[in-house]
C-alpha cells in the first residue's frame, strides 16, 4: 500500500505540533584546584556571589571569589574525593537554611541538616543564611526586658530584648555558663532561643545539649553546630544560618535569643578561608573585611516595628580574650558592634566570685530603659557602691586606720560582692532578685555576717513564700515594688524569728 507525500508532511506537522522539549540546561565547569576546603573552578562565568554549586560527587560549594579567569569555591562538608577536572555545576540557588518550628528541639549543622540521631528534618520553609538587616525605619527602640536569672546582671548590665550585648573574657571564666542559664531562664517566657556552637569540641556541645535537656530548655532551643572537626567554611557559616533561623520567628512576630559561641573561632576560620583564597591580609592577617563579617551578622539581630509583627532577635555574641585584653582587634570590633559587654575577669573567677563579672568594665547602653520598675529603685546605687568598694578596697591593703563611714561602706560592698554571687545553672525569677536587692540596699544585711549571707537569702524567700507569697506576686504582675512599709516588716519580722537576730 502506498503512503502519499501529503500524509507523511501531515504526519510530521502533528509530531512537531505535540513535541515538547525535554532538556536541561545548566551552566558547568572544570575543578582546577581543590585542597584545604578550597577550590577553584573554570567556566561557571554567570555564577554568583554566595550561590550553592554542586560537585560531580554530590558535595556542594558555596562561590566566594569571582575573579576574570576562574572562581573561588568553599567546600561544604567532605573535600577529600574533589579532583581536579571533575565537573561542577550551577544551581542557580543563593545558600540556604531550613527553617521553622521543625528544628525547635533539634542539633544541626550549618546547612541545616539533623546531628542528633532523632531522624530527617520536615520543613519546607527555606531562607537565605546572607539577608539584608532591617533599616531603621523598620527598627523600634529597646522597651522589654530580657531576664538572665543573673542577679549580677539584671542589676548592673540589663539586657532588653532586641539588644546585642557582648559576652567576652578570657577561657575558664564562665562565659558560655552564662548563656546557657540565660537560655533556661527564658523557660514558660516564650522565648524561642537559638544556640550556635563554633568551633567546640563535640564532648562540650553533648554536654550543653544534656544541660539544656535536663533542664526541659530543649523544648523551645535550637543547636546549630560546627565543631572544631569540620571544614573552617562550616564554622564560618554556622552563626549566619543560626540568625537567618532567628529571622523567621522574628518575622512572624515571635522574640528570639540567640547564642554565639564563640564569634573569634569564627574570624580565625574566617581568616584561614581567605588566606587560602588568596585575599590580601591585614592586621593579624585577618582579611579587610572582617570588621563587616561580624557587623552584618550582629546588625540582623533588632526590635522590629509593629508593622513587621513586633519581634526581635536578642543576640549574645561571646568574645575569648587572652590575658583580659579587651583592646585586641577582634574584641573591640565587636565591642563597637554591641550595645554593651560583660566583661567577665579572671582574677574574681579564682577568687570564687561567680559570675566573675567586672562592674567596672561591664555596660548595658539600653537595658536600662528596658529595666522593670522595681529593679530600678532597688539597684539604682548598686554599680556606684560595687566600683566605690573596689577602690576602698585597695587602699584597706596598705593597714591605714579607718573612719566610720568608710568602714561602712567596705561592709556593705563585701555583703554586695556576696549576694550578687549564684551557682551555675540556677537562675532566679526576677521578683525573688528584687526582694533580696531591696534588703541589701536597704540595710537589712549590715548586721549578718558575711559567711551567711547565702543562707539569710534561701531563708527570706522561703519565709516570704510560706507568709508574704502575695509580695512576690505584686512584683510580677506590676513589675513595681509593693508598698515599702510593708516590705520593711517582712524582713523585720524574718530576721526577729530567725537565727539572725
Known amino acids: 500500500m ?20 525535554d532538556f536541561d540546561v545548566t551552566e558547568t565547569g572544570i575543578v582546577t584546584y581543590v585542597g584545604d576546603g578550597i577550590a577553584r573552578a573554570h567556566g561557571l562565568e554567570n555564577a554568583m556571589s554566595g550561590e550553592l554549586l554542586v560537585f560531580e560527587n554530590g558535595s556542594y560549594g558555596m562561590a566566594q571569589n569571582l ?20 565537573s ?3 544551581t542557580g540557588k543563593i545558600m540556604e537554611v531550613p527553617v521553622g ?3 525547635i528541639g533539634r542539633v544541626v549543622d550549618p546547612l541545616g541538616r539533623p546531628v542528633d540521631g532523632l531522624g530527617e528534618i520536615i520543613t519546607d520553609s527555606y531562607r537565605p543564611i546572607e539577608n539584608p538587616a532591617p533599616g531603621v525605619m523598620e527598627r523600634k527602640s529597646v522597651s522589654e526586658p530580657l531576664q538572665t536569672g543573673l542577679k549580677a546582671i539584671d542589676a548592673l548590665v540589663p539586657i532588653g530584648r532586641g ?30 532561643c537559638i544556640y550556635v556552637a563554633i568551633g567546640q569540641k563535640e564532648s562540650t556541645v553533648r554536654t550543653q545539649v544534656e544541660t539544656l535537656h535536663q533542664y526541659g530548655a530543649m523544648d523551645y532551643t535550637i543547636v546549630v553546630t560546627a565543631s572544631a572537626s569540620q571544614p573552617s567554611p562550616l564554622l564560618y557559616l554556622a552563626p549566619y544560618a543560626g540568625v537567618s533561623m532567628a529571622e523567621e520567628f522574628m518575622y512572624n512576630g515571635k522574640h528570639v535569643l540567640i547564642v554565639y559561641d564563640d564569634l573569634s573561632k569564627q574570624a580565625v576560620a574566617y581568616r584561614e578561608l581567605s588566606l587560602l583564597l588568596r585575599r590580601p591580609p591585614g592586621r593579624e592577617a585577618y582579611p579587610g573585611d572582617v570588621f563587616y563579617l561580624h557587623s552584618r551578622l550582629l546588625e540582623r539581630s533588632a526590635k522590629v516595628s509593629d508593622e513587621l509583627g513586633g519581634g526581635s532577635i536578642t543576640a549574645l555574641p561571646i568574645i575569648e580574650t587572652q590575658a583580659g585584653d579587651i583592646s585586641a582587634y577582634i574584641a573591640t570590633n565587636v565591642i563597637s558592634i554591641t550595645d554593651g559587654q560583660i566583661f567577665l575577669q579572671n582574677g574574681l573567677f579564682n577568687a570564687g566570685i561567680r559570675p566573675a563579672i567586672d562592674a567596672g568594665s561591664s555596660v548595658s547602653r539600653v537595658g536600662g530603659s528596658a529595666q522593670i520598675k522595681a529593679m530600678k529603685k532597688v539597684a539604682g546605687t548598686l554599680r556606684i557602691d560595687l566600683a566605690s568598694y573596689r577602690e576602698l578596697e585597695a587602699f584597706t591593703k596598705f593597714g591605714s586606720d579607718l573612719d566610720a563611714a568608710t568602714q561602712a561602706k567596705l561592709n556593705r560592698g563585701r555583703r554586695t560582692v556576696e549576694v550578687l554571687k549564684q551557682s551555675v545553672h540556677k537562675p532566679l525569677p526576677i521578683e525573688k532578685q528584687v526582694v533580696v536587692l531591696y534588703a541589701l540596699t536597704h540595710g537589712f544585711m549590715d548586721a549578718i555576717p558575711v559567711n551567711d549571707i547565702l543562707r539569710f537569702e534561701t531563708e527570706l524567700y522561703e519565709y516570704i513564700e510560706t507568709h508574704q507569697a502575695d509580695i512576690f506576686e505584686i512584683i510580677q504582675k506590676t513589675q513595681d515594688l509593693p508598698d515599702e512599709d510593708k516590705l520593711d516588716d517582712v524582713i523585720t519580722s524574718f530576721i526577729n524569728q530567725s537565727s539572725f537576730k
Request: aromatic letters at 2%.
Open 88 to 90: 561542577i555545576r550551577r
Open 101 to 103: 518550628n521543625a528544628l
Open 2 to 21: 502506498a503512503i502519499s507525500a501529503q500524509e507523511i508532511s501531515a504526519l510530521i506537522k502533528q509530531q512537531i505540533e505535540n513535541f515538547q522539549p
Open 67 to 86: 575573579e576574570t579567569n576562574d572562581i573561588g569555591i568553599i567546600i561544604l562538608g567532605d573535600f577529600t574525593d574533589i579532583r581536579e577536572g571533575d
Open 163 to 192: 539588644q546585642r550585648e557582648l559576652i567576652i573574657g578570657d577561657r575558664q571564666t564562665g562565659k558560655t555558663s552564662i548563656a546557657i542559664d540565660t537560655i533556661l531562664n527564658q523557660k514558660g517566657q516564650d522565648m524561642i
